[in-house]
């Protein structure tokens, strides 16, 4: 398995394909007035997921933000993430969906799911994005990737076994099932509760996804009392 993704990255990590996160070139240039009110309109700023899917954040809200290390757009989208984690109420929880619309993506997918099983995500999920977009490093093969993460505190012969286990390939296949499930055409996309997607694009850029993300974090929280 990884030998096969070694070869799929071999120079194609060299260019990624960032066709998928593209919906969001415009991410912070709708910025203008994020001290606006919020707008949130059905169809325009955000869209309901016809069925609703289910969540995996028991009685609370799960918000979860569909990325890819890959995506430069996710990479500008992350400090607005973070605000959007410190700004939610008790009662909901943040959470992340890696895209796999590639078999570049899949690996960087696989990859974060491993160092979320070794408990490495604090230490290496800015870090990758660092590694990636402002850094340039060549990820050529999936070894790259976990040496990457044994400079990190993995173990890399430990990372690469976890890395095609069964628990990591259940997850994997969770976000090949859930992310056309949601809608989601490109990244980064947030998803309130299973009910609502947005985009930085349809709420007029990442500062005003900060403000509508929480409002419709209390919206999905009334409901369930309903």
């Known amino acids: 398995m990884l030998n096969h993704l070694s070869k799929l990255l071999m120079g194609a990590l060299l260019a990624f394909t960032f066709s998928a996160c593209a919906q969001d070139h415009k991410d912070a240039a ?8 919020v707008a949130a309109e059905v169809g325009k700023n955000y ?5 609703p899917q289910p969540t995996a954040s028991g009685d609370k809200v799960e918000v ?3 990325f890819s290390y890959a995506c430069i757009h996710c990479a500008h989208f992350q400090p607005y993430a973070d605000e959007i984690k410190a700004k939610l109420p008790a009662f909901a929880e943040f959470s992340y969906m890696p895209a796999i619309f590639n078999d570049q993506w899949e690996a960087f997918a696989r990859a974060f799911y491993t160092a979320q099983s070794l408990g490495l995500l604090d230490k290496t999920h800015q870090a990758m994005f660092d590694a ?6 060549a990820f050529r093969s999936f070894d ?3 040496a990457f993460y044994g400079e990190h ?4 012969e430990k990372f690469k076994q976890i890395a095609t286990s069964f628990e990591v390939e259940s997850k994997l296949a969770r976000s090949r099932s859930m992310v056309p499930k ?3 055409d490109g990244t980064p996309t947030i998803i309130v509760d ?5 985009t930085g694009a349809s709420a007029g850029g990442y500062p005003q996804m900060v403000a509508l993300i929480e409002l419709l974090a209390r919206k999905a929280h009334d409901e369930k009392g309903k």
């Open 182 to 184: 949601y809608g989601v």
């Open 132 to 137: 990636v977009h402002r850094d340039h490093r």
């Open 194 to 198: 299973g009910k609502y997607r947005v």
């Open 47 to 51: 869209f309901l997921i016809e069925p």
């Open 30 to 37: 709708g910025a203008a007035d994020a001290a606006a009110p």
């Open 153 to 156: 505190g993995a173990d890399v």
């Open 144 to 146: 790259d990737i976990a």
């Open 64 to 66: 979860l933000e569909v």
